[in-house]
């Protein structure tokens, strides 16, 4: 496998790392899984049909981030398990999607059969609808792209991630709890404004203010949303200012993978002790698990990456035997925090992250 992600790596460009991650895709059908539900098509493929005829690959930006390591995992996994010899990571090391985009074209006119391209907003639908005009089958998982009137971008054969207006207001609900009775300010920053941070943000304060029924938060004060951006010194700076304006911080909410770091080192920065600013930030990766287990951060948001990977890989091959697969599929993020358990705890994703630094040695 590891001879697969070195092919991968030939074919992108280097760069600078930044964290170009915006947190999951809001779903508003649940009920668009239709009649397209996953089907049993494997019976109907060809049984000359062979995997190793079928070139597939993950297209993203931000290659080496810890964040998307999980995802390019999970997808190269899917593949080696099911029988795809020729899979690989293709994009660009730095942050500019339209690299991205012209390596997800490249392998389309190579004759690619199955892209993950790695996409969260509408610059990529003319690569989406020219990879497919080319006869390559295109997922994006992570990010939702469904348009006003229900539809999808023309050529994206499926779409999966988890909804920003839950965890969202899950994070929110558990801060409430936490902060109950308390008085301060709690500030909300963001890596960039898109669709998908911008609905967890928003879902966070629309929560905030049902809670104020259920606590005593009515001394408590959320700041204007900020941009921390995804350079994490930059982004540490950034909230280090933010608590330097504001004293009383007692919460903060990052959507950013690199978040809960920058957050906690801001707070040490400014002389807070550990837990004296409830934080709580996105994904539970190998340095965000450490902080959680230390008590610098209170809470994680687990975003599928490893799962909504590898599920794009089965859907691509369910359909290349000739099965369908849902349009819209809905994931979960589990809310982790140090005593939770399962899903929900730290034991498990330590299981993920040290898989990660095993598969991509």
């Not at 998982?141 to 920003?164: I, K, R, T, V, W």
């Amino acid at each position: 496998m590891r001879k697969l992600w070195k092919q991968g790596l030939a074919v992108c460009s280097a760069a600078v790392l930044v964290l170009g991650l915006a947190a999951c895709g809001d779903t508003k059908q649940e009920s668009k899984e239709k009649d397209k539900s996953a089907s049993a098509g494997n019976e109907s493929a060809s049984s000359d049909f062979d995997p190793a005829d079928y070139p597939v690959a993950i297209s993203m930006d931000n290659m080496n981030h810890p964040v998307h390591r999980i995802v390019q995992m999970g997808f190269l996994k899917a593949a080696e398990k099911l029988g795809y010899t020729n899979a690989k990571v293709i994009g660009t090391e730095g942050t500019d999607s339209a690299e991205n985009f012209a390596a997800a074209e490249a392998f389309s006119a190579e004759g690619g059969k199955g892209l993950l391209l790695w996409a969260g907003d509408s610059s990529s639908y003319p690569t989406i609808a020219k990879c497919a005009a080319a006869g390559t089958v295109v997922g994006i998982p992570h990010f939702n792209h469904q348009q006003e009137d229900g539809s999808y971008p023309e050529g994206l054969a499926f779409n999966m991630a988890c909804n920003p207006k839950t965890y969202g207001k899950d994070v929110a609900d558990l801060m409430a709890e936490k902060l109950d009775g308390k008085e301060g300010t709690i500030a909300l920053t963001q890596n960039t404004k898109n669709v998908t941070e911008n609905n967890a943000t928003q879902a966070f304060r629309d929560e905030w203010e049902v809670m104020k029924d259920k606590y005593k938060l009515d001394k408590i004060k959320i700041l204007d949303t900020q941009l921390e951006g995804g350079v994490i010194d930059q982004a540490t700076a950034i909230n280090l200012a933010i608590i330097q304006s504001n004293q009383d911080l007692i919460g903060a909410f990052g959507t950013t993978g690199n978040s809960p770091i920058t957050w906690a080192d801001a707070a040490a920065k400014a002389g807070k002790k550990d837990g004296e600013v409830f934080i709580a930030g996105m994904d539970a990766t190998e340095g965000n698990l450490d902080y959680l287990e230390a008590g610098k951060v209170q809470a994680l948001v687990a975003q599928p990456l490893y799962d909504e990977a590898y599920k794009t890989m089965e859907y691509l091959d369910t359909i290349f035997r000739g099965g369908t697969v849902p349009e819209w599929t809905d994931l979960e993020a589990p809310i982790v925090t140090k005593e939770g358990t399962d899903k929900n705890g730290i034991a498990y994703h330590r299981d993920i992250a040290k898989q990660v630094q095993e598969f991509f040695k």
